[in-house]
């Protein structure tokens, strides 16, 4: 194993840059959870080899994508990651060296790993400034093998970054992407659509159930004050936790949400300030 002081070998290093970018196709094209324990022993692994991986970023090694990656995979699973791998970003003079702003690829994940900033990581938040403002050039995408593609991922990224994105949000722009990029894994996009549909299928037929629930209210003679967002608070509990399995815990969640819903309408519309009061000791009775 090797530790913080010792460089990885180039073998070992491209290895590792194909798993790390296998890691983070899959947890974008939303299929992450089907393989939760073999990403976490790969991340794990990646950690146990230390600060070592892809030092080599200069104009010439271009290890800028996978350091960047490797610095966002191992911080949204929970393991530590410094941002000492980018102070060779730097010059004498503190401002970011030219070639950055060239490479395209690094200057995306580089951007997509500084919003993993804790408080205080300078060189974190000065990099979040610098890609976005060169992103938005226009000549970032020059030379690009696919530059309609390149250019739409950007802009989604700078609307929606990775970690701050809705996970089936994400998974749907990605679907799209890796379909325009005929270099990606062709089985595991296939795999990821026909994910995608039936988890979607799974979460239309939840609404369908819950809306049964709802109507039964008859909001529009019982509560015509109340709120009809039923989709809304169901998509909430969609954005929290998507996966199949959680089935039960969304629908009971959405339903909570409604019922509390036409309790705050109904004392917006109509309780007095003493009703309220009894109305509040109820609840913390119950």
């Known amino acids: 194993m090797l530790t913080n002081e010792v460089k990885s070998t180039g073998d070992e290093e491209a290895i590792i840059a194909d798993k790390l970018r296998l890691v983070d196709a899959v947890q974008r094209l939303g299929i992450g959870y089907h393989f939760e324990p073999e990403i976490e022993k ?10 070592g991986l892809f030092t080599n970023i200069d104009d010439k090694g271009k290890d800028l994508h996978h350091a960047a ?10 393991f530590p990651a410094s941002q000492d791998a980018f102070r060779k970003l730097k010059n004498s003079e503190g401002r970011f060296k030219e070639w950055v702003s060239r490479d395209r690829q690094g200057l995306l994940s580089l951007y997509e790993a500084a919003h993993l900033a804790f408080n205080g990581e300078d060189i974190l938040d000065e990099a979040l400034i ?3 403002k060169n992103l938005k050039s226009p000549s970032i995408i020059q030379h690009n093998t696919n530059p309609n593609s ?10 929606f970054p990775a970690w701050k994105c809705v996970p089936r949000s994400l998974a749907r722009h990605s679907i799209d992407f890796y379909s325009e990029d005929t270099s990606q894994n062709q ?9 995608f549909n039936m988890v979607q299928n799974l979460h239309q037929q939840e609404l369908y159930e819950i809306s049964g629930w709802w109507r039964s209210f008859d909001l529009a003679t019982n509560f015509p004050f109340a709120r009809e967002r039923l989709v809304e608070s169901y998509y909430w509990n969609v954005c929290v936790y998507f996966e199949p399995k959680y089935r039960l815990a969304r629908i009971i969640n959405t339903k909570i949400y409604r019922t509390l819903s036409i309790l705050d309408d109904t004392c917006d519309n109509f309780a007095t300030y003493e009703e309220l009061q009894a109305l509040s000791e109820a609840i913390e009775r119950f």
């Open 42 to 51: 790969a991340l794990e692994k990646v950690h146990d080899m230390g600060e």
């Open 69 to 78: 990656l490797r610095f966002r995979l191992l911080r949204q699973q929970g």
């Open 130 to 132: 610098f890609a976005t």
């Open 150 to 159: 390149f250019q739409k991922q950007i802009d989604f990224a700078l609307r």
């Open 187 to 195: 089985k595991l996009l296939m795999f990821a659509k026909m994910d």
